[in-house]
């Protein structure tokens, strides 16, 4: 009989081979006393850990034309090694508590946890899983277990699809190497890096399957969805031959696809329609530049704190935007001034709120924080002479949050003229569209701003009241929920009013499945992830927009769920 499990698809693509299971429990962290007199030796075997794990890492080789940001994950792994949080903080538990290594390592890391648990930004929060990554290297490397065992293996695994209980993004990288088709695991998220890396890859994943390595055997043959986040054990010939013409038809869409870099995203009946990129590090840009000339439509530029003891100084905002807007050649950068959640990762000693999707974020932390926004802002209105730089304000609620923005941002520009530092005194100042207050006003808040982009993520987390990184009510997080589309309705209508442009950044803007919909609804501006680009232009210039035009408001009027999906359906048959 064949047995389905069921994941979360984190890298679309079909695999099917044997299963590698990857068995590699730690064993429980012991916990013994140190006499006073031991406790160099203890500090001494901890950094000894430490440098072991650090050349096991460095002994990762990255085949050549490797992805930048791919080494970059590596690399992050590598400064966390050299983080005073991981190198020298359990050495002073060692010596305050006279504890063994493993154990003080064990106690900062449950620290370290608890404080990327308690942020609210989905991305930080899953770089929990980059420390305990980190930890579990230097564990293995106390009780003498390293390298972890797929690690000295050199066999081949082609075609193997391996099982884990979690994989690191080194992990990802060695077993790529090795020629494994696909991977599962059972903890992790979409957000994790080693998802990203998947993605990145193109090697098929899913995460979150709870128990997989009890449930499948060595060697037998899986299908793997990475798509859909199924797994089938023991098929039959017939879901054999199934997912076999998915995989060739998936082939044959990316090959089409290629033929649509350069090309213009207009539809059918000669609407254009503008194609911007979302980015979170620099080297997302070669990303953007291979699917063809693009603008940014969101740097999302928290990046720029993560992983270092302070924060970013105006001179390396400045370097980061420069190199954006070098690489875009003339095309338009929106800079989204940052967005984190919980500020303790940047040491401001702030205690964390107890809800804190809810607390002090984005816009309402940086104007709590003039000495974390106003280095940012100042960078952005000196890089807005170097090319086309627009200034994007995340979370706003109100029109005063809107009119202290501004306030900083004519501030600053004060500042620059006295400085004589050049900036574009007409740079655009747009702002996100996320909380339902600020959809309900887009109208007001459109009389204020150059324009307003629908950050679908964090809109659809408030209007439904479901955290967006809470698997347990992920089941009820919809896109299609009919508040959600009345609200983006109203905010297009309010920016058609207005006559300022409206884009959406969310992930929705990047889902095929929804861009029929959103072309109806009247939007002419998509942001997405770089590899969406293409399918999405391909989309477009399917798609009769005057057609989409007289349809789309019975969908969006539509109250009942079943009935607003068939008016959904419909809308793939005639446009
Ligand atoms: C959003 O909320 O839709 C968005 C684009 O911002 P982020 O995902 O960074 O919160
Ligand atoms: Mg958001």
Known sequence: MTLALHGIGVSAGIASGPVHVLHRELPEVPYYPIAANAIDTEVTRYRLAVDLARTQLRAVGLPAGTPSDIAEFIETHLLMLDDVTLSERPLEIIRAEGCNAEWALKLQCDALCRVFDEMDDPYLRTRRDDVAHVVTRIQLALINESPQPHETETDALIGHIVVADDLSPA????????????????????????????????????????????????????????????????????????????????????????????????????????????????????????????????????????????PPTEEEHLAAYRAAVEALDGETLTVRTMDLGADKQIGSGRSVASNPALGLRGIRLCLNEPNLFLPQVRAILRASVLGPVEIMVPMISSLTEIQQVQNVIELTKQSLARDGLPYDPNIRVGGMIEVPAAALCADVFAEYLDFLSIGTNDLIQYTLAIDRVDDEVNYLYDALNPG???????????????????????????????????????????????????????????CDCRQLREQVPAVVREGRPEKLRELMNNLDRVA
């Open 171 to 310: 992990d990802v990288v060695l077993l790529q190497q090795r020629g494994i088709a696909g991977f599962v695991t059972e903890f992790g998220g979409p957000l994790s890096h080693s998802a990203i890396l998947a993605r990145n890859l193109g090697l098929p994943a899913v995460v979150g399957v709870h128990g997989a390595r009890g449930l499948l055997d060595e060697d037998e043959i899986i299908i793997l969805d990475g798509g859909s986040g199924i797994l089938l054990a023991n098929a039959d010939e017939r879901a054999h031959a199934f997912y076999d013409e998915r995989a060739r038809a998936r082939q044959r869409s990316r090959d089409e696809l290629a033929s649509f870099i350069g090309t213009a995203a207009v539809t059918r009946d000669g609407q254009p329609v503008e194609l911007m990129a979302n980015i979170e590090l620099r080297e997302d840009l070669d990303a953007v530049r291979a699917s063809g000339r693009h603008g940014i439509g969101l740097y999302r530029t928290e990046f720029l704190y993560m992983n270092r003891p302070a």
């Open 484 to 542: 959600v589309l009345k609200l983006i309705q109203g905010v297009i209508e309010a920016g058609e009013r207005a006559g300022i442009p409206v884009s959406m950044c969310g992930e929705m803007a990047g889902d095929a499945r929804y861009t029929r919909l959103l072309l109806g609804m009247g939007l002419r501006r998509f942001s997405m992830h770089p590899s969406s680009l293409l399918e999405i232009k391909r989309v477009i210039t399917e």
